[in-house]
């Protein structure tokens, strides 16, 4: 069953939740569209890795998801604490809510990767995903042909527990809003693969969704622990949503990949949100072509970004031709100084870096890292050399606001191996844009100073511009 509302220029769809699946009762929420009557929206229970200093602590919280289009008023009740104050985030999304006791309404006219947070709480919050509507969802008259088709697989609503789906060529898995699947679902070795809807893959401490020596593949629309990409070419992750608790937790994986396209995805992870990597977990060569937009990233532990530290030191390996465009970072935490950087490219493995592209991307107050951190490094722990370079790295319309950022790093590693073009256009730190004829900055100090960015040694052609 379906919960659905229409008129002639909007419609609304709510998937009621499985028996078998655990709910939070922190918050009650509910949506409607033009003054119609409230429809009830479940609410998950799913979990986060809360970190104090240097302990980790799995705790619960909420998330909840429906589909719409046209304008949509949400309410959200608050549960289990009285509510002083409310916010809607991104932040940059406009979004204002209206308080009335411990009711919180707002409302929003496209699909939204949204936090819900009553008096400061970003871990018993509501993580709230706003679909578009499914077209794809295929009619009782439709389904009842697909099912003749060894090639198309259905889960429909309800509880599904299974070990691990192989998803090979041709073939398209379909997972209903409504249907939480209990298990892993690998695309592998395939050529022209989908899978897709609008449910859950979240099993018990695992990956729920891989692409694996693929080409050709689509996932669109899920909710999972966590995405990664391997050994791939011409794959797109379209309004993925991941959220991980447990080590290694990492969301969005690329591993020897090329031409990925990542589209309004959302990541609270328990490791990094995205990475790209080269040789790799098996997956062997570099990475080109990466895109990644319109999208909103939390790391409760490590990175929002990471790119480089892993490569084939006896056939060093390339990443280039990389863009992130129009995200939002809703926090950092990790007290770590190696694995610090909201924007962090680290090389490692004798691999080059170059013609990564970051712009449009807003930062909010993080609890602890530090904004940059660019280096050619030698991490033992993890890699067999330092990286060869980083080249060609361009920063556009970075805003951060912020006071808990450490102090960034530009660094190379000798003369043979440095860090060349660097160029920040339109850097705004709490409001103040950096570049070298910014008011009130004195004449013998750097530019970079101004950002607290460290410029060391082995470096060349670092820029900042209006």
Not at 306 to 325: A, F, Q, W
Request: aromatic content about 10%.
């Amino acid at each position: 069953m379906l919960l659905a509302a229409s008129t002639a220029d909007a419609e609304l769809v709510s998937y009621p939740a499985p028996a078998e699946a655990r709910l939070n009762e922190s918050f009650s929420v509910a949506v409607r569209q033009d003054g119609a009557a409230w429809t009830p929206v479940p609410v998950y229970n799913v979990k986060v890795d809360k970190v104090n200093g240097t302990g980790h602590k799995v705790v619960d919280t909420s998330m909840a998801y429906f589909d719409m289009d046209g304008m949509t008023e949400v309410r959200v009740v608050s549960h289990n604490k009285r509510v002083e104050n409310a916010r809607v985030r991104p932040g940059s999304r406009g979004i204002s809510c209206t308080l009335s006791g411990d009711t919180i309404t707002f409302s929003i006219d496209r699909p939204e990767l949204l936090s819900v947070e009553v008096n400061g709480d970003i871990f018993d919050n509501l993580q709230l995903f706003a679909n578009p509507i499914d077209r794809t969802a295929p009619t009782p008259k439709q389904l009842k042909k697909l099912r003749k088709n060894k090639n198309y697989i259905y889960f429909g609503p309800g509880y599904h527990k299974i070990d691990t789906l192989k998803v090979s060529s041709g073939q398209e898995v379909y997972i209903a809003g409504g249907a939480l699947v209990d298990g892993v679902i690998e695309v592998e070795d395939a050529d022209g693969a989908r899978v897709h809807g609008r449910g859950m893959v979240y099993p018990h401490r695992k990956m729920g969704l891989a692409v694996r020596n693929s080409r050709n593949v689509e996932v669109e629309g899920l909710f999972s622990t966590q995405c990664a990409v391997g050994g791939s070419d011409s794959v797109k992750i379209e309004n993925v949503k991941v959220m991980s608790y447990y080590g290694w937790g990492d969301g969005f994986n690329v591993f020897a990949s090329n031409n990925v396209h990542y589209d309004h995805i959302f990541a609270r992870t328990s490791d990094d949100c995205t990475t790209i990597y080269a040789t790799r977990k098996g997956f062997t060569g570099g990475c080109r072509n990466i895109v990644t937009e319109n999208s909103v990233l939390w790391a409760d532990v490590a990175h929002p970004f990471m790119i480089g530290l892993h490569g084939n030191v006896e056939h060093p390996d390339v990443i280039e031709d990389c863009i992130y465009r129009n995200i939002d970072v809703l926090d950092m935490q990790e007290k770590q100084i190696d694995y610090q950087g909201v924007f962090a490219i680290v090389a490692g493995d004798n691999n080059t870096v170059r013609r990564i592209t970051f712009e449009d991307i807003r930062v909010d107050n993080f609890r602890q890292g530090k904004l940059f951190d660019i280096r050619i490094a030698w991490n033992k722990k993890y890699c067999g050399a330092p990286g060869m370079a980083i080249e060609d790295i361009t920063f556009n319309d970075i805003i951060y606001n912020g006071d808990r950022s450490e102090l960034s790093l530009i660094i190379g590693y000798d003369d043979t191996r440095m860090v060349r073009g660097v160029h920040f256009n339109n850097l705004v730190i709490n409001g103040e844009k950096i570049h070298d004829k910014m008011p009130g900055k004195p004449g013998w100090y750097k530019t970079a100073d101004m950002g607290r960015i460290f410029i060391g040694e082995h470096t060349a052609d670092i820029t900042f511009s209006e």
